[in-house]
């Protein structure tokens, strides 16, 4: 939509109304029932021209259409919306930008998208979502014993110091948000232990980095790490880092992971920009799961070994499994593309192997050779029924 301003106030508010776009039609009349109440005699269509001139600055465009729906209560941006096709966008509904053309043909890759320069300005043409920071209330805290608090402290501890050792303290801050933030959303597991080892114990798909890639084994600094504590320690006593609100994920600016652009862009603090859900996910009363108050032992030698394999080059898919483990994935390089080949077990049942595979089949092949379907029996036709032939309709031929 091309920008346009407001013509000067002395112009009557029925011709400056005319000379805005018909996107905003719809949307001034609403906001000129709320933008009225005046005893002044004049017609409330000139106090409406008013009033969105205050708003908006006198610009006309997606910025000032975003500041004048800012100011319509629900009821007047649905009728809005109603009767205004230029305002059903599908990210005022929450919806993923260009989902109209997504298709569930394939799955996510496990590519982290770009990263270095490329993903710098990726990361800074995307804009803040309008509106998208919402408070966070104060994690409550109750373990169930000191131990629990212990293991709790310290896992909060780990996640900001392996991830934001050196980012001031309101991104240490934000980071210890997120971590608690998942604690109270029923997405994630309802400790504080739960949600930074999640997925920790797969070989793919740990939610934070440090816990898979060995970061464990190497001892920690500590002054960094004191540091660290006592943001882990402030959070849990209820500290709120009110510029990341209800974010629940993040990632540094150096990376543009593919996930980004489905949330909602909160703001950037430090090295690390901040998302939260779209949608009612996103808003304060969704994080309603109680902390169970019970941490999990981590088995910290276990995880401190990497589990996310450095990728090699390889010809082909056959040589890179050549002498893997069974069930084992490996990142590899084939042409120049870096993929994830292997079987991936699930739910911790074992992979048939290829002689297993033969076994079955030839077992099928016997079963089949035996098993000779009966010929149907027809039944006469009852009296005053002719009987017809029947078509089969894309049957195979040969």
Same mark, same amino acid.
């Given at each position: 939509m091309p920008h346009r301003r407001l013509p000067p106030l002395r112009i009557t508010g029925r011709r400056a109304l005319a000379a805005a776009p018909a996107a905003l039609a719809v949307t001034l009349a609403a906001m000129g029932v709320a933008m009225s109440a005046s005893s002044s005699p004049r017609p409330d269509i000139d106090r409406t021209v008013e009033a969105v001139a205050r708003t908006t600055g006198g610009d006309l465009g997606p910025q000032g259409m975003a500041a004048v729906m800012a100011r319509l209560d629900a009821a007047q941006l649905a009728t809005a919306r109603r009767h205004d096709p230029a305002l059903n966008l599908p990210e005022l509904y929450g919806l993923t930008p260009g989902w109209e053309s997504l298709t569930l043909g394939g799955k996510p890759s496990l590519d982290q998208g770009a990263s270095g320069l490329a993903a710098q300005l990726l990361n800074a043409a995307m804009p803040v979502a309008l509106g998208a920071l919402r408070p966070a209330q104060p994690y409550v805290f109750r373990p169930a014993s000191a131990a629990d608090r212990q293991r709790a402290l310290r896992c909060l501890t780990q996640a900001v110091y392996y991830e934001a050792a050196l980012e001031p303290d309101e991104g240490q801050a934000g980071v210890a948000q997120v971590v608690l933030n998942r604690v109270r959303d029923p997405n994630y597991p309802d400790s504080v232990c739960g949600v930074v080892y999640q997925g920790a114990e797969r070989t793919t798909g740990c939610q934070f980095s440090? !816990?898979?890639?060995?970061?464990? $084994? /190497?001892g920690p600094v500590r002054w960094a790490w004191e540091r660290a504590e006592r943001a882990a320690a402030r959070a849990l006593n209820g500290? #709120? $880092? !009110? /510029? #990341?609100? !209800?974010a629940t994920h993040y990632h540094a600016d150096y990376v543009h992971p593919w996930w980004s652009p489905t949330l909602a862009k909160i703001t950037q603090v430090g090295a690390h920009i901040f998302y939260r859900w779209k949608g009612a996910a996103g808003e304060t009363a969704a994080f309603v799961d109680r902390p169970s108050g019970h941490e999990p032992s981590i088995d910290e030698a276990r995880f401190a070994r990497p589990r996310v394999l450095l990728a090699t080059v390889a010809d082909s898919v056959e040589e890179a499994l050549a002498g893997a483990a069974p069930n084992q994935l490996r990142t590899v390089e084939i042409n120049g593309q870096t993929r994830v080949v292997g079987i991936a077990s699930l739910g911790g049942r074992r992979q048939a192997d290829k002689e297993e595979?033969? $076994?079955i089949n030839e077992r099928l092949k016997a079963y089949e050779a035996t098993s000779t379907p009966t010929a149907a029996v027809t039944a006469p036709p009852p009296a005053g029924v002719t009987p017809m032939a029947v078509e089969e309709v894309g049957k195979p031929q040969g």
């Open positions: 440090f !816990t898979c890639d060995g970061s464990l $084994a /190497r500290h #709120v $880092a !009110t /510029r #990341v609100g !209800t595979i033969a $076994a």
